[in-house]
């Protein structure tokens, strides 16, 4: 697997750019939206807010995956016609991101719509790749180290399988911003396994997906760490829910919302 | 001896081998090695990449002209004095075999999923022979009177204990002290004492193939044990069993998929023994009598439907078995769970479509689901050696079920993705009923004992029973949150 | 055979018939026929294009899949040192055979009658004697003579060429007694030409005869039997040999 991290490095950027807020994080974590709308705001020249299109929904993931083919190819002309005016798209999900960039081309192929797919897959970004291609200059970690944050618990991160394999530069994306914040990793052992959530199996198949969770759960406190970061919710409120029920010392966060610096941190279920 | 599963579901039976202390002690055991050994070996050599993409490229083409290449095989094992018969069901193929050990008692067999796949042992002991799996594995599994539980690994479901106790039981002997557990050295030592008998008076040998080579007319054989070759030469036929996609053209194609197959299957560069049959065993004057008879049984039981269609990708498989054991479900349920022999990502996409071909409905139903038992994780695929796109013929199968719902599941997903349709084609209606449903997942999440999170929920029971779910305390959805500030 | 009769035959010509058309139908035929071999150039691990000292290759990677390679001193580590004179062959063959010589009666040798002559040439069948019974094996040979003997202790048997890409000795057998020795012995001891040894698999299938040229069957052999099905613990002698030794000379 090749990882390519973007080198580029942009001045402020002042193009119009849309969020897809993803429906899990819409419905159950506005406040991963808030951020990511935070940290979108932050790099643009006027600290002007992205836009979040009302009529938005959903990627249309749960369809495809269900093997509803036909709903999600509908449902991914609807996305591409409510963003195709935005010069970038952003979402904080490499689930849905890879739907966006990997699927939506494929969904659509042999329509006549296989042209715009493919344009709306290349300006469609999940969140940290976005925000590390276009950090501003004081980010560069080239040119300032930050300090060690101390006021966080000792921080792990977990690469969501759509992050590791459909948008592959995003596990390193996410690291070096997180260096950039100042946070050190307690990176966990076996980092390429799955955490058991895959949207619609994470009920269907609960005991195969709870144990799964059980298996990434141990490995995660095997780091040493008490806090866990990810860019996918659905991995998130799977492993949040998980040590919940079985009361473990373990608490998760978006990394949008540990970008963001806010205090006190806020976790999920918490 | 095919006892398939206990359960009706991949679901029922997948829960219950995570409460088998013993499987999971199996399992875990097996889990991290196959890993080192594999990545290590394609560690080891700089141009991984390019050797997959060769045997790919290999693989490819050889399915595409699997008709020609078949042709050809035929023509030059018949020339070299082996007989090639074609069977089209597995009851054809199965028949083909006991016509040939008509008359036979003593059988031997090597390691072949095809043989699993036709149930052919059970045939075969039902016409009155004996028959020896002599792949430990395979040995194990058939005393234990059940399946395979991984293609390339067969007993990797038991433990050293289980295994003793099944060798006392049928190997009879002397009793040593109650909770003593023999070294695997010794059970190997007996199997092999035990074993090598049956190879010295056996009539029949039937084996499997990895690759049949359309150029040479021959099979290729490939073992670490020795036992598929001592059973291809100590009886006088040898009877090899090929499902027909195992062609491939030349042995410079067979070489390119040797070089990726062990490698992927055990981490070796090789595998113990390569051996290439196509012969009878001619005199060296050529007017001897022949000393052996060779018999090829060529199986479609469903392959040949798979061609050309939206399965073709599938055909190109090297049953290396690299997929199951980086499958995080497999290494959690085992092999068992998946109904019959062809199990992890493969068999969720192999079983399916093997199963329609054939007339076991109860099977059909079994493995019908299985390709639902997925996360989409996406690891099979980056292990393949072969590029096969595991998951998005899964992603195709379940679009075949949704197109043609079966049983109360299926339409209950078709009308699930129907309805979710309908709020996807209208965001206004979308927006108040999760506005309502935030606001009742608030109220759920009030009971005592769990504020901010929800334990119980009908709908998603699947979740609330292992699973809290943190709710959204502000009891609004971010568009319209963010859309007051 | 039932096999052969009238109908049989009928009921194969149209299961290869209908099985063919199936696979014709669907096959999305374009531009025109292939070559038989998918790759013009074999594609090789880099590893084997680089390496120029074959034996050293070959050597290293047969021993670390547990070859023994028989030399004329004690404990020698190098290379050099396995690849010994032809005409010491017999003598190092017979240190190694007395080292293994039974308490009671004296352990069978097997060996290939087709290839007496060159045993005899090479002077072994009469140095050996004393440590080891040589016993011609030819091709009425049956599984059931050796019923009395189930675990041969030695067979001896020329490697036709060994691959230094996987540390493999390959051996084209013409008959089945010829095959016999390659799994049958509890010790295998394999004999080899240092000219013989080639870099790549395909190099070693073209040294192969075909099967008009009288092979029976090919053996690609990479160490000695071995199995791990009880708990992935490795154990060499699964159901074939349980030592490969070789006898490498110029």
Known sequence: MTERTPSKVAVPIAVPIAVLATCLADALRPETVRATCTLLARLSSKRKPPALPKRQTCCGQILYNAGDRKGAASQALRVIDLFEPFQAVVVPSGSCAGMLKRHYPQLLAGTPHARRAQAFARKSWELTEFLHLFRPRTQQPETQHKPPDKSLPPLTWHDSCSCLRECKSSTSCARSLLAARGVRLHEASEREVCCGFGGKFSIANSAVSTSMADDKLARLQQSGAKLVASADLGCLLHLAGRARRRALPLSFVHIAELLVEQKPLPTIGA | ?485 | ?250
């Not at chain 2, 999923?113 to 052919?120: G, N, P, Q, V, W």
């Not at chain 2, 899964?394 to 997903?413: A, S, V, Y």
Request: aromatic residues 4%; contains cysteine; proline residues 4%.
């Open chain 2, 1 to 485: 001896m095919t006892s398939v599963s206990s359960g009706k579901s991949f679901h029922d039976d997948a829960a219950a081998a995570l409460q088998n202390p013993s499987l999971q002690a199996a399992l875990d055991k097996a889990g991290a090695g196959f890993l080192a050994t594999r990545s290590r070996a394609f560690a080891s050599i700089e141009n991984a990449q390019a050797l997959c993409e060769a045997a790919e490229r290999v693989r490819t083409r050889a399915v595409h002209d699997m008709a020609d290449l078949l042709l050809l095989f035929e023509q030059r094992a018949r020339a070299q004095g082996v007989s090639v018969h074609w069977a089209e069901t597995a009851e054809q193929a199965r028949s083909i075999v006991l016509a040939l050990c008509a008359g036979k008692r003593r059988i031997v067999k090597g390691k072949s999923m095809a043989s699993e796949e036709i149930e052919l042992n059970e045939a075969l002991l039902q016409a009155g022979a004996e028959v020896v799996e002599t792949d430990l594995g395979e040995y194990i599994v058939q005393l234990a009177e059940e399946i395979p539980s991984h293609i390339i690994a067969p007993a990797v479901h038991k433990t050293r204990a289980q295994i003793d106790a099944l060798f006392r039981h049928h190997h009879g002997g002397r009793k040593t002290p109650e909770g003593r557990v023999r070294s695997s050295q010794t059970l190997v030592e007996e199997a092999r004492r035990i074993i090598r008998k049956k190879f010295l008076r056996a009539e029949v040998g039937i084996t499997g193939t990895n690759m049949l080579i359309a150029e040479r007319g021959a099979a290729l054989l490939l073992t670490n044990e020795g036992n598929g070759d001592l059973s291809a030469i100590m009886a006088e036929r040898h009877i090899v069993l090929a499902g027909i996609e195992r062609i491939v053209a030349s042995e410079k194609d067979a070489a390119a998929v040797l070089r990726v197959l062990a490698r992927s299957a055990t981490g070796q560069s090789l595998g113990t023994y390569v051996s290439l049959y196509g012969g009878t065993g001619r005199g060296t004057d050529g007017t001897e009598k022949p000393r052996k008879d060779m018999h090829v049984v060529l199986l479609d039981n469903g392959r040949s439907a798979m061609h050309g269609g939206p399965w073709h990708d599938m055909l190109r498989c090297i049953r290396c078995g690299a997929c199951l054991n980086h499958c995080p479900v497999y290494t959690s349920v085992g092999g068992h769970a998946y109904g019959w022999v062809y199990s992890g990502p493969m068999g969720k996409v192999l079983s399916p479509l093997l199963a329609e071909a054939g007339t076991d409905a109860r099977l059909k139903r079994r493995v019908a689901a299985l390709p639902h038992a997925s996360s989409f994780c996406g690891r099979c695929v980056e292990v393949c050696p072969v590029g096969i796109p595991l998951t998005s013929l899964m992603r195709k199968l379940r679009n075949r079920h949704f197109e043609r719902p079966q049983g109360i599941k299926g339409w209950k997903t078709r009308l699930g993705c129907l309805g979710v349709r309908l709020l996807f084609a209208h965001p206004r209606l979308y927006r108040s009923l999760l506005a309502l449903a935030l606001r009742l997942l608030k109220l759920a999440a009030r009971g005592k004992g769990h504020v901010g999170r929800v334990a119980w929920l009908p709908g998603i029971g699947g979740w609330t029973k292992t699973r809290d779910l943190p709710v959204n305390r502000s009891a609004r959805a971010a568009i319209t949150l963010l859309d007051d500030v």
């Open chain 3, 1 to 250: 055979m039932a096999i052969s009769s009238e109908s049989d035959t009928r009921q194969n010509a149209e299961s290869r018939a209908r099985i063919v058309a199936r696979l014709r139908e669907t096959k999305k035929a374009k531009g025109k026929a292939h070559t038989l071999s998918v790759l013009s150039q074999p594609v090789l691990p880099k590893f084997v294009e680089r390496e120029q000292g074959k034996t050293e290759a070959f050597v290293a990677r047969a021993e670390a899949l547990s070859c023994r390679f028989l030399t004329e001193g004690k404990t020698e580590k190098k290379t050099v040192a396995k690849v010994i004179a032809k005409s010491s062959v017999s003598k190092v063959l017979r240190d190694f055979l007395a080292t293994r010589r039974g308490k009671k009666a004296l352990p069978l040798l097997l060996f290939d009658v087709l290839e007496k002559s060159y045993w005899q040439r090479l002077g072994i069948l009469k140095n050996v004697e004393g440590c080891c019974r040589p016993t011609e094996v030819s091709e009425e040979v049956e599984g059931g003579d050796f019923e009395a003997t189930p675990f041969p202790a030695f067979s001896l048997q020329r490697a036709v060429c060994a691959i230094a890409e996987t540390g493999t000795l390959v051996f084209a057998n013409r008959t089945r007694a010829q095959a016999l020795l390659t799994f049958l012995p509890t010790v295998h001891i394999v004999l080899l030409a240092e000219r013989d040894i080639v870099g790549s698999l395909e190099q070693a299938f073209v040294r192969v005869p075909s099967s008009a040229a009288g092979l029976w069957a090919c053996h690609l052999v990479s160490g000695p039997s071995r199995t791990a099905d009880i708990e992935q613990k490795l154990h060499m002698g699964a159901h074939g040999p349980k030592e490969l030794v070789v006898l490498l000379h110029r």
